[in-house]
């Protein structure tokens, strides 16, 4: 079955599943409704148009990069116009980011052909696009793939996708320290797979996205119980279960290699 691979990877994210009035926490890895908001918002789709063509998605996540959890504080005033002894000052609400966190998110679908149109709409995106609220915006484009399997293996096998400050980060510590260099997978059961395993819940399954009337829904999750040893060395990093550890959609280094190596030749 065919699954949609996303690295969602920026300064600051937020995806909130339980915000409510002047505390708005974060999930510590994005939720299926912020993205796909973030998908819907790549087509061009208004707020107030159907999700139908998001059913039946399966989704899962794996953290490459965990990042760090920070707090702000924000506070606005009403009708800045009138005199100040009559503007209205809000609530002071916190707020919780994620700081450098890098994130492979698959989306699996009988549908290919969707996938494609997902993956296309990323590539070019109607509106703008960020991680969890407005205040997050990617650190560039959203770089994708398309692989056919389970969406668990999927994710097992897929080429490691943090940075290269930290992948230098986990080599250097990863003796004292070696879950730095695993990560956590967190999918969707299958229907048959509900029995013989802890399931939890997450009400983070959009139906509407209408400022009217927005709606979610709980969907079941699971953590696989063995993480991802991504086995970092001086040359690049890899699961397992990749053949060369390296991509050309979620890998700079050596393309930015590469150039360097050619331009170095020209001038000898």
Known sequence: MPVLLMRLCAPLQSWGASSRFTRRETEMMPTKSGVIGMIAAALGMKRSEGLLRFEGLRFGVRVDQPGTLMSDYQVAQKFPEKPRSQRITLPLSKRYYLQDAVFLVGVESEDRQELESYREALSHPYYQL???????????????????GDLEDVLKT??????????????????????????????EPRNEESSGEFIDELNDDPVSFDPRERKWKSRSIKRLPDAVRFLPSTDGAKPPNSPNGTSELFDDVDIFGAVADAAKGEKE
Request: charged share 35%.
């Open 130 to 148: 960020f991680l969890g609220r407005r205040s997050c915006p990617p650190d560039g484009p959203i770089k994708t793939d398309i692989q056919d």
């Open 158 to 187: 897929a080429p490691w996708s943090a940075t290269s400050r930290y992948r230098r980060y986990v080599e250097r510590t990863q003796r004292h320290f070696p879950e730095r260099a695993e990560g956590e997978i967190v999918v």
